[in-house]
């Protein structure tokens, strides 16, 4: 039954888009499914991870702890989102910490398993790669045109504003 599930999660994750379903078996194997209740921590601020995560379900704020109990959110993340897909290349530590908002669910891929695969499934490492880095390379689009849109409104450039 659990396999079923992990099956279910890698198909339905932006990981799979080029995946057949022999391969998001093989993929399943690797994850980690991990269910977090209202405020828990996934990761702390300046922890190292290589891991990469999925939302599943819920929310995940990326924030930082300000004095006492207080939390700034930075971002939040919804299922299907990506987390730590930088970390899980580089293993640098978090900028921020990674919240449940509400009870939520991911799945995780740890690098080192997942480098178990280069030599017996060459294609599933390639093509999870390039998902990773479409996602990645969405997010470098859409902060440059947070930063263009920050400079016309800064200038005023534009006649936007």
Same mark, same amino acid.
Request: hydrophobic share 40%.
């Given at each position: 039954?659990?396999?079923? +599930?992990?099956? @279910? $999660?890698?198909k339905a994750s932006a990981l799979a888009r080029e995946l057949n379903d022999a391969e998001c078996e093989t993929l399943?194997?690797?994850?980690? +499914?991990?269910?977090l209740k209202d405020g828990e921590? $996934?990761?702390?601020?300046?922890?190292?991870? /290589?891991? $990469?995560? *999925?939302?599943? /379900?819920?929310?995940?704020? *990326?924030?930082?702890? @300000?004095?006492? @109990?207080?939390?700034?959110?930075?971002?939040?993340?919804v299922p299907g989102d990506f987390v730590g897909e930088l970390s899980f290349m580089d293993?640098?530590?978090?900028?921020?910490? $990674?919240?449940?908002?509400?009870?939520?669910? *991911?799945f995780s891929l740890n690098r080192e398993k997942f480098e178990t695969l280069v030599d017996s499934h060459p294609r599933i490492v390639y093509k999870v790669m390039r998902a990773i880095m479409r996602v990645v390379h969405s997010i470098q689009r859409r902060l440059s045109m947070n930063l263009v849109e920050l400079q016309n409104y800064i200038y005023k450039v534009h006649g936007k504003y």
């Open positions: 039954m659990q396999d079923k +599930i992990k099956f @279910d $999660l890698v399943s194997r690797l994850i980690t +499914i991990h269910d921590v $996934l990761l702390r601020e300046g922890q190292s991870d /290589s891991n $990469l995560y *999925v939302v599943v /379900s819920g929310e995940v704020a *990326v924030s930082k702890q @300000d004095e006492g @109990d207080k939390w700034t959110i930075l971002h939040a993340l293993n640098e530590p978090r900028f921020a910490a $990674l919240r449940a908002v509400g009870t939520t669910r *991911v």
